[in-house]
C-alpha cells in the first residue's frame, strides 16, 4: 500500500533556513529553479530552504501543503546518447504562503534575516505594471506589485540597512526580465508615495539579475504515475517530469556566484555580462530549428518532432540548416554553438516527450518572422546569398498554410488576420501574384519582403519542388 508523501512518513524532521522566496509554484519552477536549489543543498553548503509565493487570487496551496511541500522530480531523456531515467525527491520547499488569504504572513517574509533570493515565474504576462493596483494597503494582482510591497516591508523592518537587499532572479522568458522587474517596482514605488529612501535602497542594495532559463517541464506524468508511485512506495500528486537538460545564464555580479554557488555543485548555469547573445542563440537554434521543422516535416507526413528528426530526408535537412545556415550568422564561438546545436538534437529525439508538430504551429507566422527570418536576411548580408533549406522551410510554411494538402485539413491556429490574407493569396493561381500578396505585407514581416534580392525566385523554386513531392 502507497504512504502519503510528507515528512514524517519520509523521516525528514529537520528544515534548514529560508532563504529564497519562490513566487509561482507551478512544475517548470518545481522542475528547474527549485531543483537546482535541492542539488546546491546536496553537494554544497547553501543549506538553504524555499518558502513558495501563491502568484493567483484562484487556487490554493492545499496539495503542497498536505505534502509538506515535498515531491518527487522525474529525469527522463537522453543525456550524451544514452538514455536517462532518475528519480529524485526534492526536499527544500518547506513552507507555503497565499499573499491572498494570508497578507500580514506574507509580508513578514520579508522580515526574515536570513533571505537571500527572490525568484519567479508568473508567464510572460506576469511582469507588467497593473494600473488597478493603486494602493499599497491592499494586496495587489502583479507580481511587481507584491514584491514592492514585500520589500518595503523589509527596508522598514531593517531600517533601510543596505546590507539585507536581496537578488532577483525572475525566469520569466521576456528579455531584460531583472531590469524590468525593477523598473516595475520603482513605478509602483512611484505611485504609491512610498520613500524616496526606499527607492534608493531598491536601487542601490537588491542586485536585479537579467536571466535565461531552458528546461521542458512536461509536468505530471499521468501516464507513468502508477508504476512511478509503486516505485517510490508514495503517493505524490505533485510529481513532475523534465528532460534532463537544463541552462541558466544570468547576468550577474561576482557576489551572486558566491551565494549562488553552482559551479561546486556541476549544474549548467552560466554566469555572463550579457545575455543577448545566448538569448538569440536559443531563438535562432532552438525556437528556429522547431519552426524550420515543422512545415517541411508536416508536408512529408510526418507528426511528431521525434520521429522526424530520425527520418533521414527530414533528419538530413534540419541538421543542414542548423549547422550550414543558421550557425554561421551567429557570433559565439562556433565550438560553444555546434555543441548546443548538438544538444537542442538531442533533446528533440528524447523518446520521454511526445511532442506534435502542430502543436508548435500555433501563430506560426510570427514566429517565423522572430525565429527565422533575421537568419535568412543576415545569412544572405554574411555569405551574399541565400539559405538553400531555410528558404524551402519558408516555401513549406506558406504551402503549410493554403490550409490543405493532399485533400487533408491542416488545423492551422494563426490570426483572423493572418488566415484571411493566405486565404485570398491562395485564391490565385499564380504564384507571382501569391507570394506579391505574402511577401509584400509589412505588417506581417516588418518589411516589404519582396525586395530582397532572390527571394521571390527561390520561393518559387522551392515551391515547385513542393508540389511534386
Avoid at 528533440?348 to 502542430?358: A, D, G, M, S
Wanted: charged share 25%.
Amino acid at each position: 500500500m502507497l504512504k502519503k508523501l510528507n515528512r514524517t512518513n519520509a523521516g525528514l524532521h529537520q528544515t534548514r533556513t529560508v532563504k529564497v522566496l519562490q513566487f509561482g509554484d507551478g512544475n517548470f519552477l518545481r522542475g528547474f529553479a527549485t531543483w537546482i536549489f535541492d542539488i546546491l543543498n546536496e553537494k554544497t553548503n547553501f543549506n538553504g530552504d524555499i518558502h513558495t509565493i501563491h502568484p493567483l487570487r484562484k487556487g490554493s496551496t492545499k496539495s503542497i501543503d498536505e505534502q509538506d511541500g515535498l515531491y518527487h522530480l522525474l529525469l527522463n531523456g537522453l543525456r550524451e546518447g544514452k538514455v536517462v531515467s532518475e528519480t529524485r525527491l526534492i526536499t527544500c520547499v518547506s513552507g507555503t504562503i497565499n499573499p491572498y488569504t494570508e497578507f500580514q504572513k506574507f509580508l513578514q517574509a520579508g522580515e526574515n534575516p536570513d533571505l537571500q533570493f527572490i525568484i519567479s515565474n508568473t508567464t510572460e504576462a506576469g511582469i507588467v505594471f497593473n494600473p488597478s493596483d493603486q494602493s499599497p494597503e491592499e494586496i495587489p494582482d502583479s507580481f511587481p506589485g507584491k514584491a514592492t510591497l514585500l520589500m518595503y516591508r523589509r527596508f522598514e523592518f531593517f531600517q533601510g540597512d543596505p546590507d539585507k537587499g536581496v537578488i532577483f532572479m525572475p525566469c520569466e522568458l521576456i528579455e531584460q526580465n531583472g531590469d524590468t522587474l525593477k523598473s516595475i517596482m520603482i513605478k509602483y514605488s512611484t505611485l504609491w508615495k512610498l520613500p524616496d529612501t526606499f527607492i534608493e535602497w531598491l536601487d542601490t542594495a537588491n542586485i536585479f539579475c537579467n536571466s535565461l532559463v531552458d528546461r521542458i517541464v512536461p509536468g505530471f506524468p499521468s501516464d507513468t504515475i502508477d508504476q512511478i508511485q509503486n516505485t517510490t512506495g508514495y503517493e505524490d500528486r505533485l510529481m513532475v517530469a523534465a528532460e534532463p537538460y537544463h541552462l541558466w545564464v544570468i547576468e550577474a555580479p561576482d557576489k551572486v556566484q558566491e551565494l549562488f554557488p553552482t559551479e561546486k555543485a556541476g549544474l549548467s548555469v552560466k554566469y555572463v555580462d550579457d545575455l543577448t547573445p545566448y538569448l538569440v542563440r536559443k531563438v535562432r537554434i532552438l525556437n528556429g530549428a522547431h519552426t524550420t521543422l515543422l512545415p517541411v516535416a508536416y508536408l512529408h507526413g510526418l507528426r511528431m518532432v521525434k520521429e522526424s528528426v530520425d527520418n533521414k530526408f527530414i533528419g538530413d535537412f534540419i541538421r543542414k540548416a542548423i549547422y550550414n545556415e543558421i550557425i554561421p550568422t551567429l557570433d559565439l564561438p562556433e565550438e560553444e554553438l555546434r555543441e548546443f546545436a548538438d544538444d537542442v538534437l538531442e533533446r528533440f529525439q528524447n523518446p520521454f516527450i511526445k511532442h506534435q508538430l502542430i502543436s508548435i504551429a500555433l501563430n506560426s507566422i510570427s514566429k517565423f518572422k522572430v525565429r527565422v527570418l533575421p537568419t535568412i536576411l543576415e545569412y544572405k548580408n554574411r555569405i551574399g546569398k541565400l539559405p538553400e533549406n531555410l528558404i524551402y522551410s519558408f516555401a513549406a510554411l506558406i504551402r503549410l498554410y493554403k490550409g490543405e494538402w493532399r485533400g487533408e485539413i491542416i488545423p492551422l491556429n494563426d490570426s483572423p488576420e493572418v488566415l484571411a490574407l493566405f486565404k485570398d493569396a491562395w485564391k490565385s493561381n499564380d504564384v507571382d501574384v501569391l507570394l506579391q500578396k505574402v511577401l509584400s505585407n509589412e505588417a506581417f514581416w516588418g518589411e516589404d519582403l519582396t525586395k530582397v534580392d532572390g527571394l521571390v525566385e527561390g520561393l518559387k523554386e522551392a515551391l515547385n519542388k513542393l508540389e511534386k513531392l
